[in-house]
């Protein structure tokens, strides 16, 4: 997994950023619409790698259609047929994060600073297998992850919200909705923003939802 650059900005982090002058608004970010299922146990996500999308369906409902970012060269995002294993709103990094000593934040792998110590937020994750799993990050438009699925702010808690420990996940190179419902779906273009403030990320701020209903 990518641990410098996998959080995006949400809409309330975008708010603080753009007040401590430290991003240039990109515009408006894709906002995919979820809904509710009728049959919560009838939920399936499928992955497309080759148009790095993710498809929530419900029978031939879908549910939600998102962009994603998929692993790159040398740590691809395993392919085949998963279930849902757990799932953490509010999961940290084992291995890398941000210190604070002294009043003062800086980065370091676990256990190689001193200070109080966070591991990097990883929100909304949604794990399909041991050490991979779906998460709100940076959505490049190349793969970009060390294997896990990242998914932008304004999708990761939709995605949470509909999926549950058990929940089918299949990945593979193309799925036959890229020719049908995934055909021309918006990606983020805020990938290449600066970091959020360490301060930031060290609170329990970089967990909140989007603003408004999650499903429709």
């Known amino acids: 997994m990518n641990i410098s650059r996998f959080l995006a900005l949400g809409a309330g982090a975008m708010a603080l950023a753009l007040l401590a002058g430290c991003v240039t608004p990109r515009g408006p970010q894709p906002n995919p619409v979820a809904y509710r299922p009728h049959n919560p146990g009838a939920v399936r996500v499928k992955v497309s790698l080759s148009t790095q999308q993710v498809y929530v369906m419900e029978g031939d409902r879908p549910l939600l259609i998102a962009a994603t970012c998929v692993g790159k060269a040398g ?46 937020p990883m929100p909304f994750w949604v794990e399909f297998t041991p050490a991979y799993g779906f998460h709100q990050g940076w959505v490049h438009p190349i793969p970009h992850t060390h294997g896990c699925l990242r998914l932008h702010p304004n999708a990761a808690a939709k995605f949470f919200a509909l999926v549950k420990v058990g929940t089918p996940v299949n990945i593979a190179q193309t799925q036959p909705e890229d020719a049908t419902i995934g055909k021309n779906v918006p990606r983020p273009t805020d990938y290449n923003d600066p970091e959020l403030p360490l301060d930031y990320l060290f609170s329990e701020k970089v967990f909140a939802n989007p603003p408004g209903a999650l499903l429709q």
Request: proline content about 2%.
């Open 75 to 120: 740590s691809r995002t395993p392919t085949g047929q998963y279930k849902v294993i757990g799932k953490i709103a509010d999961k940290r990094s084992n291995s890398y994060g941000i210190y604070r000593s002294g009043g003062q934040y800086y980065q370091a792998n676990a256990g190689k600073g001193s200070g109080q110590y966070r591991g990097y």
